[in-house]
Structures are given as structure tokens and as C-alpha cells.
């Protein structure tokens, strides 16, 4: 049995004549929508300086990376804003805070950080990358910030980063 084509076609009077077809259009622009979005959000402030202090200003180029947040002001170190240790302890080298260049309270808030994202890598299998962000005042004295970063690295962080202000 031959093919009768229908009606419609056998009377077609512009058989040339293209039809645009918008679906495609549509989903084409909501990638195009959804990628620059994405885009656009990533690219905002990571990292929210603390009211505890000051940042020193920087001409870095480099974005902040997300990482576990440590604040290190005039009176106290804070460990996710959580309060571990006071700066006057630090600073007199009390033997029940410091021990060996170690802030004792800091380094216990570390480990637990550590034991933790550790646990989690097991379980979950999200890699724990020891990375750790200080937000340090502007007038901290370097001896001290060295105490601090030292405690970091004895206890499993040993990526650290320090947030300052871009100066434009």
C-alpha cells in the first residue's frame, strides 16, 4: 500500500516557510540564567570580618578560601565564635594556658575540630583539608600571632590563611 499524503500537505501553499520553536530557545536561556547566577554568588564576601577587631589591609589578589574560622583580637581567641582562650593569659605566659609555644585551650578546641572533620571524612567521605582561616587584629604583636599559628600546626591544621582587607 503506497503513502497518501495527507490533506494538509498537498495543499501546503509555502512549503520553505520556517517555524521557530521556543521551547529550545527557553531552555537555552534558563542554563544561560542558572550559570550566571551561580557565577554571581560565588563570587561575594566568603568570609565575614569579626566585631572584635580590626583587619590590617592588604594588597593581595587572591579570594579567600572557606575554611575553620579562628579570631585572634586584643583580649580573646575565638574558634567559630566561641570563646577559648583570653590574650592577657597568652601574652604573661601563664603555665596553665601556654605550654612548650602552645595555647593549651586553643589546641584541645583545635583537636576536637580535627577529631571530628576526621570522623566525618570517614563516614562520609568529605576530605578534611586542614585548612584554617585567622582573622588577626592589626595590632596584634607577632609573637603572638607566632604562638597561635603554631598551636594550628601542632594541632592538624596546618593550612592557614590570613583574612585581610584588599586595599582598592
Not at 138 to 167: E, F, H, I, Q, W
Amino acid at each position: 500500500m503506497a503513502f497518501i499524503p495527507s490533506r494538509i500537505k498537498k495543499h501546503d501553499t509555502n512549503p520553505g516557510e520556517a517555524k521557530l520553536n521556543l521551547n529550545s530557545m527557553m531552555d537555552m536561556f534558563t542554563i544561560i540564567l542558572l550559570f550566571l547566577l551561580k557565577t554571581y554568588s560565588t563570587e561575594g564576601q566568603l568570609i565575614s570580618p569579626s566585631r572584635y577587631l580590626e583587619l590590617p589591609t592588604s594588597t593581595i589578589q587572591q579570594h579567600p578560601e572557606v575554611g575553620l574560622d579562628l579570631v585572634v583580637s586584643k583580649n580573646l581567641i575565638l574558634v567559630n565564635d566561641e570563646p577559648v582562650a583570653d590574650m592577657e593569659q597568652v601574652r604573661e605566659n601563664d603555665p596553665k594556658t601556654i605550654a612548650n609555644g602552645i595555647i593549651t585551650p586553643l589546641f584541645e578546641k583545635l583537636r576536637y575540630y580535627a577529631t571530628q572533620a576526621k570522623k566525618i571524612e570517614t563516614e562520609y567521605g568529605v576530605k578534611f583539608s586542614g585548612k584554617i582561616t585567622i582573622q588577626g587584629d592589626k595590632d596584634l604583636n607577632y609573637t603572638d600571632l607566632v604562638k597561635v599559628m603554631r598551636t594550628c600546626g601542632a594541632s592538624d591544621y596546618p593550612n592557614m590563611r590570613l583574612v585581610v582587607y584588599r586595599k582598592e
